[in-house]
């Protein structure tokens, strides 16, 4: 099947593979070395918003430059639009979230939104510390997590991925309602970013080395903001957020499908 594609095409993926391979080399060895850069915030046992503001834009400096290094060397080609409406205070971004490296591009460019992580990262030897001096919240399910939401949307853009996990292989998004809720709840607004790849590639149980033949192009498109009051104005909470949640999810699955 593989002689079917020309020599350079293969070649082409052939280095690809050899260079995502060391790029994640880099990233999990710099992820753990940047621990030791943490530790001043890290020895702190409560740091306040402009401390965990100062770590978030240093990792995410990171995270900024491994996804140049993803772009430049070829692996991936990726574009970004409207990304200067993101990052307000009070701001909700939600976005599906096709494929591992959706968090580095977006918090790259929004170096100081806090951000809704699983909470197994936690245990990332890589990614626990980064979490902790960022500030970044682990999804929990108790109102002790909704409430701390809500604190950090008083003061901060949060970043939040409502499928909480990754799109499967038919690429078709479907939301849980708990992130709209939140937004309906706490956001003065909601901004909506789709994120189109394809061919898709780093997808969830899929393993790195796997490398597409083409080389997998990102699209990060910024939407309209909604206006949360707009809805509530409509209907109570309950009903505004299962209307929204299937309004959201119906227009993330048609401009996933639109031709660009």
Same mark, same amino acid.
């Given at each position: ?80 639009? !409207? ?8 701001? /909700? ?23 809704? +992580? ?34 950090? /949307? ?37 901004? @909506? +970013?789709?994120?189109?790849?394809? @061919? ?6 899929? @393993? ?14 910024? !939407? ?37």
């Amino acid at each position: 099947m593989a002689a079917a594609y020309p020599l350079s095409a293969r070649l082409n993926r052939l280095w690809r593979l050899l260079a995502t391979g060391l790029g994640f080399v880099f990233f999990g060895v710099f992820g753990v070395l940047l621990q030791i850069v943490l530790l001043p915030w890290l020895l702190r046992r409560s740091p306040d918003l402009a401390q965990q503001k100062q770590a978030r834009r240093l990792v995410t400096r990171t995270w900024l430059w491994f996804s140049y290094y993803l772009m430049r060397s070829g692996i991936l080609r990726a574009e970004f639009e !409207g990304f200067e409406r993101l990052g307000r205070p009070g701001q /909700l971004i939600l976005a599906n979230h096709p494929s591992l490296l959706d968090v580095v591009f977006l918090l790259g460019r929004v170096p100081e939104a806090n951000c809704i +992580v699983k909470a197994d990262l936690q245990r990332n030897p890589a990614m626990a510390g980064q979490i902790r001096a960022c500030g970044y919240l682990p999804n929990q399910e108790d109102l002790d997590f909704i409430d701390a939401v809500h604190e950090v /949307l008083q003061q901060q853009c949060l970043l939040v991925f409502p499928e909480g996990t990754r799109t499967g292989w038919d690429g078709v998004v479907k939301f849980h309602r708990g992130a709209v809720s939140i937004g309906l709840r706490s956001a003065q607004v909601i901004t @909506p +970013v789709v994120i189109k790849m394809q @061919p898709p590639n780093f997808k969830k149980g899929q @393993p790195w080395y796997k490398i597409p033949l083409q080389k997998p192009a990102y699209r990060f498109i910024v !939407g309209d903001d909604i206006n949360p009051q707009d809805w509530l104005n409509k209907h109570p909470l309950p009903i505004a957020a299962r209307r929204l949640n299937d309004h959201l999810q119906q227009y993330f699955n048609e401009r996933r499908q639109e031709n660009d």
